[in-house]
C-alpha cells in the first residue's frame, strides 16, 4: 500500500471516528457543538490541503469556514480561527514525516492562519 493511500484512509478513519465522539459529547454537552464542528472542519481543510495541488481550494475554505463560524459566536472568533487553521500546518508536518506530499513546505503552511482569520474577522 502507498503512502499516499494508507495516510487518506486513516485520516478518513480517524475524521469518521472523531464524528461519532463528537456526536456523543454534543449529546451530552450541547453548548460544545461550534467548537467541534470547528475542529471537524478544520481536519477535514487539512486533509484536503495535503491533497491539494492548487492553494485556492484550502485558502477558500478557510475563508468561509472562518466567516460562518464567526458569525455565529462573534466573542470567540479568533478561538475558532485558531481551531480551523491549526489543522493545516498539523496535516502539512505529518504528510512531511510521512512522506506523502514529497514537495511539501511544512513551514509554509502556517501561512493558512491569515485567511481563517481573515474570514473570522469579516464574520
Known sequence: MSPQTLFTVIVFNSLLAYFILAALIVWKRPQLWLTLVTIFLGALVGWIDVGANEVILP??????????IAFARPRSAWLHALFLAMWIPIFGFLAFA???APSARPIES?????????????G
Do not use: C
Open 59 to 68: 485558502v477558500f475554505l478557510l475563508l468561509a469556514f472562518g466567516f460562518f
Open 110 to 122: 502556517f501561512i493558512a492562519f491569515m485567511p481563517a482569520f481573515i474570514g473570522a474577522g469579516a
Open 98 to 100: 510521512l512522506q506523502v
